[in-house]
């Protein structure tokens, strides 16, 4: 039962460098979503998808984009990598909007 | 600007005594989640409520969603060590924004011997 995998689980890059972050699920489910979660802040939201071939900005969709072409994989991509964006980021997957979602086990990603 | 607060940030308790968890808004919200997330993993549901004063027990756990659907309060009674990660509240907004969750800030929970 593989659930929402995320590839890689670690990296380290460079400041301007790019880079894209996978996520997989195997439940069909519609929506996907990109979280980023720093100390004390909880999960805040950067893109999400409500569909195959659709996206939309979360709450903190700057210097990320994402595509969804494929309904089981979401891809999300930093085009020029920022110290700031140095975080353990969580893709997670629901059946419909808001309803209990299924996560991954994150990646964490360290900015040079 | 974050939606929902959780108090305490911390907790560090022994096994064997009780707390709660609060999680607050002024926002109202159609219905709010609870989920655990331990060390290197990602959060994992524990319960869902969707009425107002709706109570839900899971084992120790015991979940109430306030009457105005603006809080939830999580209470463990007779914690322990297995109960340590760290606790978020998700809501999912009233107001027609109904594609995504709004998390809370988490509560870190550590229960020791």
């Known amino acids: 039962n593989a659930g929402v995998t995320q590839t890689p689980k670690f990296r380290v890059l460079k400041t301007g460098q790019s880079m894209t972050l996978l996520c997989a699920q195997d439940?069909?489910?519609?929506?996907m979503y990109w979280y980023r979660q720093d100390p004390g802040m909880g999960l805040r939201l950067i893109h999400y998808?409500?569909?195959?071939?659709?996206?939309a900005k979360g709450e903190v969709p700057d210097g990320y984009n994402v595509s969804r072409l494929k309904k089981q994989n979401f891809l999300l991509g930093l085009e020029s990598a920022a110290p700031s964006q140095t975080s353990v980021y969580f893709c997670?997957?629901?059946?419909?909007?808001?309803?209990?979602?299924?996560f991954g086990d994150g990646t964490r990603l360290s900015i040079l | 600007t974050q939606l929902l607060e959780q108090s305490p940030q911390f907790l560090s308790i022994q096994e064997g005594e009780n707390l709660t968890v609060y999680c607050n808004s002024s926002?109202?919200?159609?219905?709010l989640q609870w989920y655990r997330q331990e060390p290197g993993e990602g959060p994992v549901l524990l319960v869902t409520v969707v009425t107002g004063g709706e109570v839900k027990k899971l084992k120790r756990l015991t979940f109430q969603f306030g009457d105005a659907r603006k809080d939830s309060s999580l209470h463990i009674t007779a914690a322990q060590p297995g109960d340590t990660g760290l606790y978020l509240c998700a809501g999912a907004r009233a107001d027609g924004t109904a594609s995504k969750l709004t998390f809370g800030t988490g509560t870190r929970l550590q229960v020791t011997l």
């Open positions: 926002s109202v919200f159609s219905s």
């Open positions: 998808s409500v569909g195959e071939g659709t996206t």
């Open positions: 997670a997957s629901s059946w419909v909007g808001a309803q209990p979602q299924h």
């Open positions: 439940m069909n489910h519609e929506y």
